[in-house]
Protein backbone atom coordinates (compact mmCIF):
# COMPACT_ATOMS: atom_id res chain seq x y z
CA UNK A 1 0.00 0.00 0.00
CA UNK A 2 0.95 3.29 -0.41
CA UNK A 3 1.94 5.88 2.51
CA UNK A 4 -0.28 8.87 2.04
CA UNK A 5 1.22 10.19 5.07
CA UNK A 6 5.10 11.46 3.81
CA UNK A 7 5.06 13.36 7.02
CA UNK A 8 4.27 11.13 9.03
CA UNK A 9 1.63 11.61 12.17
CA UNK A 10 0.85 14.84 13.83
CA UNK A 11 1.91 15.40 17.13
CA UNK A 12 -0.80 17.11 18.50
CA UNK A 13 -2.01 16.23 22.36
CA UNK A 14 -4.51 14.38 23.02
CA UNK A 15 -8.37 15.86 23.75
CA UNK A 16 -8.81 17.40 27.20
CA UNK A 17 -10.09 14.62 29.85
CA UNK A 18 -12.87 15.70 31.54
CA UNK A 19 -11.54 18.50 33.54
CA UNK A 20 -12.51 22.27 35.27
CA UNK A 21 -10.91 24.05 31.94
CA UNK A 22 -12.69 25.85 29.50
CA UNK A 23 -11.89 24.80 26.45
CA UNK A 24 -9.83 26.72 23.52
CA UNK A 25 -11.84 28.02 20.69
CA UNK A 26 -11.11 27.34 17.36
CA UNK A 27 -8.94 29.51 15.65
CA UNK A 28 -10.94 29.80 12.16
CA UNK A 29 -14.68 29.55 13.21
CA UNK A 30 -14.42 30.61 17.17
CA UNK A 31 -16.12 27.43 18.16
CA UNK A 32 -14.98 25.40 21.06
CA UNK A 33 -12.42 22.66 20.56
CA UNK A 34 -11.65 19.51 22.24
CA UNK A 35 -8.39 20.72 23.96
CA UNK A 36 -8.43 22.76 27.31
CA UNK A 37 -7.18 26.35 26.50
CA UNK A 38 -3.33 25.90 28.13
CA UNK A 39 -2.40 24.17 24.54
CA UNK A 40 -0.26 25.44 22.54
CA UNK A 41 -0.17 25.94 18.81
CA UNK A 42 -3.24 26.28 17.03
CA UNK A 43 -6.49 24.86 18.18
CA UNK A 44 -9.39 23.75 15.79
CA UNK A 45 -12.59 22.41 16.09
CA UNK A 46 -13.25 18.67 14.88
CA UNK A 47 -15.16 19.90 11.82
CA UNK A 48 -12.17 22.28 10.93
CA UNK A 49 -9.83 19.94 11.63
CA UNK A 50 -11.34 17.27 9.49
CA UNK A 51 -11.68 20.10 6.63
CA UNK A 52 -7.79 21.00 7.01
CA UNK A 53 -7.06 17.23 6.72
CA UNK A 54 -8.75 16.93 3.71
CA UNK A 55 -7.64 19.83 2.22
CA UNK A 56 -4.10 18.27 3.27
CA UNK A 57 -4.65 15.45 1.54
CA UNK A 58 -6.00 16.62 -2.07
CA UNK A 59 -2.67 19.11 -2.09
CA UNK A 60 -0.36 16.56 -4.10
Known amino acids: MADYCA???EERPAPAAATDEPF???VL???P???PESTKG???CPVC???EAQ???CSG
Request: charged share 30%.
Open 7 to 9: GGP
Open 24 to 26: AEC
Open 29 to 31: CRE
Open 33 to 35: TEY
Open 42 to 44: ITL
Open 49 to 51: EWQ
Open 55 to 57: RNA
